[in-house]
């Protein structure tokens, strides 16, 4: 059985296996190796290609997700879990989004808590971007119908679609003004909203009939080996990757 995952995720970062084998310190023909028999490396291997590749270990190698190592890194990275979005301080919020130093990445269909619960959010925003954070913001297309059907579910009809198009209104302008900020409108179901910063990072799963507002947040903290902040950070990829530019 091949391993097309690793072959894939290589082939995605625009490496040889030469390349990619020198990058993890083993010879080409052990990656060969790998992928041909789905042989599974050492974990230290394991993480550096994971890391090279920016994907998890699991997913590159599914059958380790019993290695009782990784299964306690993925428990280490949990951090807590509030019982809903209004439970977690205003205060934290904006530690994550001031602290930020490489990365802020935003996934929600509204958001619209964003911009009328965290005091001057578009301007925190703006500041991080410019001293060199990558901004990716990702909320919904307010013509696609997983917004309408969202707007559905919660039972508040059009309102989602309008809360959509005001979250754009907000944002939109921090697009043409400001470099390292990117947008893009989505069309995806989604089963939890997600805010990144660095290696932090909040889950806000939703539940039909409840707004995102009302379910819990899980506080997730990075760590190698683990599969939590791997997981949902592979699903943002996908989402964005689907979505369209703004």
């Known amino acids: ?12 970062a625009g490496l040889s296996l030469q390349q990619f084998g020198e990058k993890v310190g083993v010879d080409p023909k052990t990656v060969e190796r790998w992928i041909s028999t789905d042989r599974i490396p050492h974990r230290t291997h394991r993480m550096s290609a994971a890391s090279i590749l920016g994907r998890s ?13 990784t299964r306690s890194a993925t428990r280490a990275e949990f951090l807590d879990l509030y019982p809903s979005r209004a439970a977690l301080p205003v205060s934290t919020w904006e530690e994550l989004i001031d602290n930020a130093r490489e990365a802020i990445d935003l996934l929600a269909f509204a958001g619209s808590f964003l911009h009328d619960g965290i005091p001057e959010f578009a301007e925190r925003i703006a500041a991080r971007a410019k001293s060199g954070v990558r901004v990716r913001l990702l909320f919904g297309d307010p013509e696609s119908p997983a917004v309408a059907l969202r707007g559905e ?9 309008a809360r959509c198009n005001l979250t754009w209104k907000y944002l939109t302008p921090l697009l043409g003004d400001v ?6 409108k989505h069309g995806s179901t989604l089963y939890a909203s997600l805010f990144r910063f660095d290696d932090q ?3 806000n799963p939703h539940a039909i009939g409840a707004p995102a507002g009302h379910s819990p947040i899980m506080h997730v903290n990075r760590i190698p080996g683990g ?4 997981h949902y950070m592979e699903s943002f990829e996908r989402t964005w990757q689907a979505a369209k530019t703004v």
């Open 227 to 230: 599969r939590l902040f791997a």
């Open 153 to 161: 579910e919660e039972g508040i009809g059009e309102l989602m679609a």
């Open 179 to 184: 470099a390292g900020i990117e947008g893009r």
């Open 201 to 203: 990072l909040l889950v």
């Open 1 to 12: 059985m091949t391993n097309e995952r690793l072959r894939a995720a290589i082939t995605d």
């Open 57 to 69: 270990d699991v997913f590159l190698w599914p059958a380790t997700d019993s290695d009782p190592r």
